[in-house]
């Protein structure tokens, strides 16, 4: 195989209590990158979409994540990259994760997977930790592993794969403005009150057993967040609204995905992902902000093989 082509998914970091550990990988947004092996030593790469991301390996995220995986293996190693992105960057979906995951992947089938995924998450971190500004893989991981991870922050980093539970629909809403992962970690107190954690960890007990249970009241009801939420609502017009509304709809819980302006919100059927969506869309159209939604699922795989040659 010379050239692979991957679509590499969004996600949902944090997953409202689980707060740099727990995170989705959905099945909409997702970017497309393709990469061609070189005999020319060394990494270009070229985007297509229309964020105006840096194409300076240096500076560019897929440049360094694909360094890393170079110094890792063969220094001789040439990688030709277009990159097709979907997933804004500052939307709270994982773009960064996305493009991270999406080259360390494909790379690495293009060196018949040499590399483990454990290695491929080291390597893809390089890239979101200048993202962020932060070493979290609650993005990161469920791209690579795909459907639900818990990221034990360890050294290296551990990875737990959850089931994905039957009939949960996502409706996401994404208010075109731009939070920066780096600003929005900036906001957050250094230390928690105990009061907080106790209720923290408490949700997050409740999330994980409801996720093995496939008890969707028990998943809904643990969706609370008391470390990041009460700060990070105040970045995102119409947070309130959203959550209120959608509760009222039917959904079982939500929040803020990643480190916002993007919000989420579980149903249990697709009728109620719909109606989600329509009360997320009038909460943004009487606000005058543009935005767009998605009725998705979670996606059990991470980054997809769609094209080889
Ligand atoms: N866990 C991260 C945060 C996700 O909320 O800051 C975004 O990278």
Same mark, same amino acid.
């Given at each position: 195989m010379k050239k692979i082509t991957v679509h590499s998914t969004a996600g949902v970091g944090n997953l409202v209590c689980g707060f740099d550990v727990i995170g989705m990988a959905i099945n909409e947004p997702y970017d497309k990158i393709t990469i061609q092996l070189s005999d020319l030593p060394g990494i270009r790469i070229k985007h297509t979409d229309e964020f105006g991301l840096p194409e300076d390996p240096e500076k560019n995220l897929i440049g360094i994540c694909l360094q890393a995986l170079i110094n890792a293996g063969d220094e001789q190693t040439g990688f030709d990259v277009t990159v097709h992105k979907n997933i804004r960057p500052g939307s709270g979906l994982g773009s960064s994760s996305a493009s991270c995951a999406g080259a360390v992947v494909a790379a690495n089938a293009l060196l018949n997977n040499r590399f483990s995924k454990n290695e491929l998450l080291e390597f893809a971190l390089e890239g979101?930790?200048? +993202?962020?500004?932060?070493? !979290?893989?609650?993005?990161?991981?469920? +791209?690579?592993?795909?459907?639900? @991870?818990? +990221?034990?922050? @360890?050294?290296? /980093?551990?990875?737990?794969?959850?089931?994905?539970? #039957?009939?949960?629909?996502? #409706?996401?809403? !994404?208010?075109?403005?731009?939070? *920066? #992962?780096?600003d929005a970690r900036k906001i957050l107190p250094k230390e928690i009150p105990m009061k907080s954690g106790i209720n923290q960890w408490a949700n997050v007990a409740g999330l994980v057993t409801g996720i093995f249970k496939n008890d969707k009241a028990l998943i809904g009801?643990?969706?609370?967040?008391?470390?990041? +939420?009460? /700060?990070?609502? *105040?970045?995102?017009?119409?947070?309130?609204?959203v959550m209120n509304k959608s509760l009222q709809a039917g959904a079982l819980g939500g929040g803020i995905s990643g480190s916002g302006p993007s919000m989420f919100m579980l149903s249990e059927s697709l009728a109620i992902a719909d109606s989600v969506e329509k009360c997320m869309q009038e909460v943004y159209k009487k606000l005058q902000i543009d935005f767009k939604t998605y009725v998705t699922t979670i996606n059990p795989q991470g980054v997809k093989i769609i094209e080889s040659e």
């Open positions: 979101e930790i200048v +993202a962020s500004g932060g070493r !979290h893989a609650d993005n990161i991981a469920p +791209a690579i592993f795909g459907g639900i @991870t818990i +990221a034990r922050p @360890t050294d290296p /980093f551990d990875i737990i794969s959850l089931p994905v539970p #039957t009939n949960l629909y996502v #409706t996401v809403v !994404h208010p075109q403005i731009e939070v *920066k #992962t780096a009801r643990s969706l609370v967040d008391e470390v990041a +939420a009460p /700060f990070r609502s *105040k970045l995102i017009p119409g947070y309130n609204d």
